[in-house]
């Protein structure tokens, strides 16, 4: 049975208890549509990496700029790709590209603009690439590096940024504050990881990617290295959990121990009325 603190963090994050691909897809594809003609933006960026949950962010947000434009309004949808370098897996992000058919596709190579960070860092004396966590710490710049293109790019055409976080990297926390948890609008929200997947399959994305193993490949010392490796739980117990099945003692210890710890990333910054 399902616990009151489970039940607390199924609320907390909107995980429904009912759920239709086809109507998930179709709710997300008009809230996008209306979001976009009620803030009189332009249209949506978003980084594409190669996995299911940007693949299907961006193939959402295609379909909805492309319905505000048969509206006779105006929307596009910039995907942006976003390597630090060569991508251990551009080929699954070019194959994400393509099923997306984005409006405008662009490539940021962030690798220069993060190493002269690192550089300057170092040389004002923080001792970055001395410490034990370097690569860990590392890869979080990475990702608010690619948010700071986003941004630049949405700034420059007055369009929203959108973030591909759903519940079962929210419940955990797997994502870097202010990296790709810095966004305008999260159009996955209360989603499972296997909800994405089966919304995923309902617009027609390919199956590699709709089965793809998730990971942040932002270590360089651990390239493509599985999520659930790093978080010491499987998606599926994530999942099993948030739509209020039982899951084992130790899977939930897990969980409700991340979530616990990552409060601050689903949080406003903290306030002196808030101690």
Not at 254 to 270: L, Q, S, Y
Request: hydrophobic share 40%.
């Amino acid at each position: 049975m399902s616990t009151s603190r489970q039940q607390e963090i199924i609320a907390e994050l909107g995980v429904r208890a009912e759920f239709d691909a086809a109507q998930e897809a179709e709710r997300r594809i008009q809230f996008l549509a209306d979001y976009l003609r009620d803030s009189g933006t332009k249209g949506y960026v978003l980084g594409i990496s190669g996995g299911v949950d940007s693949t299907t962010c961006g193939r959402l947000a295609q379909l909805a700029c492309e319905r505000v434009r048969e509206a006779g309004g105006e929307a596009t949808f910039l995907a942006m790709r976003l390597p630090y370098g060569t991508q251990a897996d551009e080929t699954d992000a070019a194959a994400a590209v393509a099923f997306i058919a984005a409006d405008e596709t662009v490539t940021v190579n962030i690798k220069d603009s993060t190493d002269a960070m690192f550089a300057e860092v170092d040389e004002a004396g923080i001792d970055f690439t001395g410490i034990g966590h370097a690569d860990f710490v590392k890869g979080n710049v990475k990702a608010r590096q690619r948010m700071v293109a986003q941004y630049l790019a949405a700034g420059a055409r007055s369009m929203l940024v959108l973030g591909t976080d759903q519940a079962a990297e929210a419940v955990v926390g797997f994502y870097t504050k202010y990296g790709d948890g810095a966004c305008d609008l999260t159009p996955l929200a209360g989603l499972t990881k296997r909800r994405v997947r089966a919304v995923a399959a309902h617009l027609g994305a390919p199956e590699h990617l709709v089965t793809k193993v998730p990971t942040a490949d932002l270590e360089d010392g651990k390239p493509l290295n599985p999520d659930e490796a790093a978080l010491g739980v499987s998606y599926d117990a994530i999942d099993d959990y948030l739509e209020g099945q039982q899951v084992s003692d130790t899977d939930r210890e897990v969980i409700e121990g991340w979530h616990a710890r990552t409060a601050h990333k689903r949080a406003m910054p903290v306030t002196p009325d808030d101690v």
